[in-house]
């Protein structure tokens, strides 16, 4: 089984939809993270959380929103969505005693019309 | 302004024919280099992290390097099976939690 799961892997939506993003891991990790990647853009830092009582806003967290039900479960956001946020999320995680490197799920490719 | 540039954008090896790929930065306080590697359809899968210049890390065909201002990734002998895009991405030390990737370079390795 995948170490860091995503539901669901891809999503058509319209604009002005709720949708939410969610992300599960087994590893055993305190820091979650969601990114979307654009084509030429490289991944983008949406929220990241340290703890369940820690959520912080990254580089473009506006439009989005997130959620840390449980150390192993954080959530992803779109109150309403737009076309402009049509891209690839990734929630990704990483140990705090052992740096900063990322363990990523499989992505859920989002599209809005 | 923190930056990391990545070149070239894709780069075609013949099977076997050893290159290098480029991850230029820029960033107040280097906490960390990572290199990742992503397939089609897939998230990064993590390969090095590098925190000081001068370091070296090894995996099978790859070996990452770092200076002060870059990091190099190179890959010899490369497989087909090396096909795909690599990405580079930096911890900034300053300004709370701060990791910045590049757009990547897409590998293509032909038999």
């Known amino acids: 089984d995948a170490d860091v799961t995503q539901t669901p892997r891809n999503r058509i939506t319209k604009t002005g939809k709720r949708i939410m993003l969610e992300c599960s891991q087994t590893?055993?990790?305190?820091?979650m993270y969601w990114y979307r990647q654009d084509p030429g853009l490289g991944l983008r830092l949406i929220y990241y959380?340290?703890?369940?009582?820690?959520?912080n806003k990254g580089e473009i967290s506006d439009g989005y929103s997130v959620s840390r039900q449980a150390q192993a479960k954080f959530s992803l956001s779109l109150e309403s969505a737009i076309p402009n946020q049509t891209a690839l999320y990734f929630c990704a995680t990483s140990d705090s005693g052992k740096g900063f490197e990322q363990y990523f799920g499989p992505g859920t490719r989002l599209t809005v019309t | 302004e923190d930056q990391v540039t990545q070149s070239p954008e894709a780069l075609r090896l013949q099977e076997g024919e050893s290159s290098s790929l480029n991850c230029s930065y820029t960033v107040s306080g280097l906490r960390g280099l990572f290199w990742y590697r992503q397939d089609p359809g897939k998230g990064p899968e993590f390969l090095f992290t590098l925190y000081s210049a001068g370091e070296e890390k090894e995996k099978e065909r790859l070996k990452a390097t770092l200076t002060k201002k870059e990091s190099f990734l190179h890959i010899t002998a490369p497989k087909p099976e090396d096909s795909a895009t690599y990405l580079c991405?930096?911890?900034?030390?300053?300004?709370?939690?701060?990791?910045?990737f590049g757009a990547g370079t897409r590998l293509f390795v032909k038999a």
């Open positions: 991405a930096v911890q900034a030390g300053t300004g709370g939690f701060k990791t910045i």
């Open positions: 590893k055993g990790h305190d820091r």
């Open positions: 959380s340290f703890d369940v009582k820690d959520i």
